[in-house]
């Protein structure tokens, strides 16, 4: 039996997932991980969620912050520095959720918070506060569960980022459940971040016995970084997002506009404009230009692509999809 401990102190999520995905791969039988790691200013969606019904994704990039996308599934989380996550990667005859939740709640009771697991994977106080989240994933060779702890989050960023559009929308893919939540250090001022780090650390030894620190340098690799191109791609982030229907309307002022869309891996598939417009023939000039295009309309060239379209259409249809591109 061969047990390990990595963690690392990058805070780029694409990176730490890469990471995860990397050890994941490399389990042989017998082995155990525990792999300690943080993201600033992250939202991590699920496997199956639905990227604009989830987050913010254009506040939350706009200002300086990164959409992750993991392999698992549950539910949206927002994750700062504030924030510790864990990982415990095992081949499936070591795989021990009991076992692998007690080293989380020995941790914690070095700091005299007493916890206990509640439903299918939350982590919760004695007066039923949630700290940690967590999600699982296995396929023949290695099993995961992988979860936060909120030692000291900003939770004014939770609202701020996962709050979803107050647009009408109709999507598929798992909703996030909203929780009550809360900050360990709200129980015990002295608790840290790093302090967690080494609690967990010192809970691992006790419930598995002596391990092997991996050191973090051999994550520089090809192998690390073809993984890390993936997740952080558009693609991975939007790409994957279910099959969803929403509307946006506005009024400018030359006219209301009501746009329908039905999205697939975040292309405009089916859209149709409605418009109070003295000119008949923009609606449908505008749908013809934005049919099939990606929802960030990112690959869109306005001059390039709207020949057909008058000066005074082609300003129009600028002022438009600057609209949608911040609808996203």
């Not at 995905?21 to 389990?27: G, Q, R, S, T, V």
């Not at 639905?50 to 912050?65: D, F, P």
């Not at 415990?88 to 007493?114: H, M, N, T, W």
């Not at 007066?127 to 699982?136: I, L, P, V, Y």
Request: some cysteine; aromatic content about 12%; proline content about 2%.
């Amino acid at each position: 039996m061969n047990n390990y401990f990595v963690q690392t102190y990058t805070w780029n999520p694409w990176r730490n997932l890469a990471v995860e995905k990397y050890l994941a791969d490399k389990i042989e039988p017998g082995d155990v991980v525990l792999y300690l790691w943080q993201n600033d200013h992250t939202v991590v969606i699920g496997r199956n969620q639905n990227a604009i019904r989830e987050c913010k994704a254009q506040l939350l990039e706009e200002e300086g912050g990164f959409l992750a996308r993991r392999t698992t599934g549950g539910g949206a989380v927002y994750h700062d520095l504030g924030n510790l996550n864990f990982t415990f990667l095992a081949s499936p005859e070591r795989y021990d959720l009991e076992k692998q939740l007690k080293v989380i709640q020995a941790a914690c009771r070095k700091f005299g918070i007493e916890t206990q697991f509640s439903g299918r994977n939350d982590i919760i106080t004695e007066d039923g506060f949630k700290f940690s989240g967590n999600a699982f994933s296995k396929n023949s060779h290695c099993n995961i569960q992988h979860g936060t702890l909120m030692v000291d989050v900003d939770v004014t960023q939770l609202g701020r980022y996962l709050t979803p559009s107050k647009e009408k929308m109709k999507a598929k893919g798992v909703k996030s459940v909203q929780s009550r939540v809360c900050n360990l250090k709200t129980l015990n001022p002295d608790i840290t971040t790093d302090a967690l780090r080494s609690a967990l650390k010192e809970s691992f030894v006790e419930a598995y016995g002596d391990f092997s620190e991996l050191n973090p340098a051999i994550f520089e690799n090809a192998e690390v970084q073809e993984i890390y191109n993936l997740y952080s791609s558009w693609d991975w982030k939007f790409g994957k997002s279910p099959e969803c229907e929403t509307s946006y309307s506005r009024r400018f002022d030359w006219g209301e506009v009501e746009i329908w869309l039905r999205l697939k891996n975040m292309h405009m598939e089916e859209i149709k404009i409605y418009s109070d417009m003295l000119d008949v023939e923009f609606p449908a000039k505008l749908e013809k230009l934005l049919q099939g295009k990606r929802y960030d309309m990112a690959d869109l060239n306005l001059d390039d692509e709207t020949a057909e379209f008058t000066s005074e259409q082609r300003e129009k249809a600028k002022q438009v999809c600057e609209w949608l591109t911040h609808c996203f």
